[in-house]
C-alpha cells in the first residue's frame, strides 16, 4: 500500500532475502568520503543492493538504487533513482520506523496509477542526478545514474 509495492532493502535483509555480500556498511563515526556503487534492489544486476550508516546504536541511514519495475506505481516522472531513508529501531510494526529523506525543495507532487486504478498524489522522494541529501551529519550525492547509481557518501 503506498507509492511502491515493493520491500524496502532493509525489510529484504532482515528476511534473509539480501544475503550478506550484497550490503555494505560502515560505521559514520569513520567516515569522512566514500563512493558506492548501487546496483538496483529489484535487478539481476550483481553489486550492492544497500548501503547501511549506523548514526547511533538505535538509528542509521539506509540507501538503495530503485527502478521501475512491474510492482511500481506508475508517475508522469519514472521512479528510478537513491531511496535514502532512516531506520529508528525505538519504533516498531505500526509506527514510521522508516522514514525517506528526500530531496530539499521536492514538494511538487503527481498523481499515480497503481494496478490501473487512479490513486492519491505523491511526492518523487527519490535521489536523481545530481541531487543531494543531509542527515544525521552525512551528505548523500547520486552523482551519475544509468543501469547503476554512484554515489558518494561525504562528512564534514
Given at each position: 500500500d503506498g507509492p511502491s509495492l515493493e520491500l524496502s532493502g532493509w525489510l529484504r535483509f532482515l528476511?534473509?532475502?539480501?544475503?550478506?555480500?550484497?550490503v555494505y556498511c560502515k560505521d559514520s563515526q569513520n567516515l569522512k568520503s566514500i563512493e558506492i556503487t548501487l546496483?538496483?534492489?529489484?535487478?539481476?544486476?550483481?553489486?550492492?543492493?544497500?548501503?547501511?550508516?549506523?548514526?547511533?546504536?538505535?538509528?542509521?541511514?539506509?540507501?538503495?538504487?530503485?527502478r521501475v519495475t512491474k510492482f511500481s506505481c506508475?508517475?508522469?516522472?519514472?521512479?528510478?533513482g537513491v531511496l535514502v531513508y532512516v531506520l529508528d529501531l525505538t519504533l516498531g510494526h505500526g509506527q514510521d520506523f522508516l522514514v525517506p529523506v528526500s530531496?530539499?525543495?521536492?514538494?511538487?507532487?503527481?498523481?499515480?496509477s497503481c494496478n490501473g486504478f487512479l490513486s492519491y498524489s505523491s511526492l518523487d522522494i527519490l535521489l536523481h542526478e545530481g541531487d543531494k541529501v543531509s542527515y544525521g551529519g552525512l551528505?548523500?550525492?547520486?552523482?551519475?545514474s544509468s543501469n547503476l547509481d554512484k554515489i558518494i557518501v561525504t562528512k564534514p
Open positions: 528476511t534473509g532475502w539480501l544475503p550478506d555480500e550484497k546496483a538496483p534492489l529489484s535487478g539481476t544486476e550483481p553489486g550492492i543492493k544497500l548501503a547501511i550508516f549506523p548514526l547511533s546504536t538505535t538509528k542509521a541511514l539506509l540507501v538503495e538504487s530503485r506508475t508517475t508522469p516522472t519514472p521512479r528510478n530531496p530539499p525543495n521536492r514538494n511538487t507532487t503527481e498523481r499515480s551528505t548523500i550525492e547520486l552523482y551519475k
